[in-house]
């Protein structure tokens, strides 16, 4: 069975206007990952109401979808082998504050007030989400 696999990767509004899109991406290609599409925009509700659908409901649910309808986020479609689990891993923990040293959240992210939120990066958690969350950025 082959594990090539595709994953949807979001770089949030921090990281682009940090200006860490090409150190991210580089971070992801030196992993060995090949980009196959990758766009830039500022995404509207309706998009981004699909995919967040899970935490509909969430404390964090309407501080998030305002986040990330702030600014420009840069989107690509990943393929590799077990690709997914991969960039997950090299995501590193959801909270920059804890995730570990050597992964982008780890090593880039910063300490401060809403630093979950402002995390970074998303990357998909499973074949089913990866294809899912394609289908919303890439049609
Ligand atoms: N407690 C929280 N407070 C604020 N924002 C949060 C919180 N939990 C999650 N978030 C935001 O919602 C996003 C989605 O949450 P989820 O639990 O799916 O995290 P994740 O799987 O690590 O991240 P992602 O799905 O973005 O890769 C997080 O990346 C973060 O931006």
Redesign the pocket.
């Known amino acids: 069975m082959s594990t090539t696999e595709r994953t949807l990767i979001l770089i949030?509004p921090d990281g682009v206007e940090r200006n860490l899109t090409g150190e991210i991406l580089s971070r992801i290609e030196r992993k060995g990952y090949t980009i196959v599409e990758l766009a830039m925009t500022t995404p509207d509700r309706e998009v981004l109401a699909a995919h967040?659908e899970?935490?509909q409901g969430k404390p964090?649910y309407e501080?998030?979808l305002e986040f990330m309808s702030s600014g420009p986020v840069v989107a690509a479609i990943v393929k590799g082998d077990r690709v997914i689990e991969g960039i997950r891993s090299l995501?590193g923990?959801?909270d920059p504050t804890v995730a570990a040293p050597g992964t982008i959240r780890g090593d880039l992210g910063r300490d401060w007030p809403?630093t979950?939120?402002?995390?970074l990066?998303?990357?998909s958690?499973s074949t089913l989400s990866a294809d899912r969350e394609i289908e919303i950025w890439f049609g």
Request: charged content about 20%; aromatic content about 10%; cysteine-free.
């Open positions: 949030k967040y899970e935490h964090f501080p998030l995501a923990t959801t809403g979950v939120q402002k995390n990066i998303h990357a958690d």
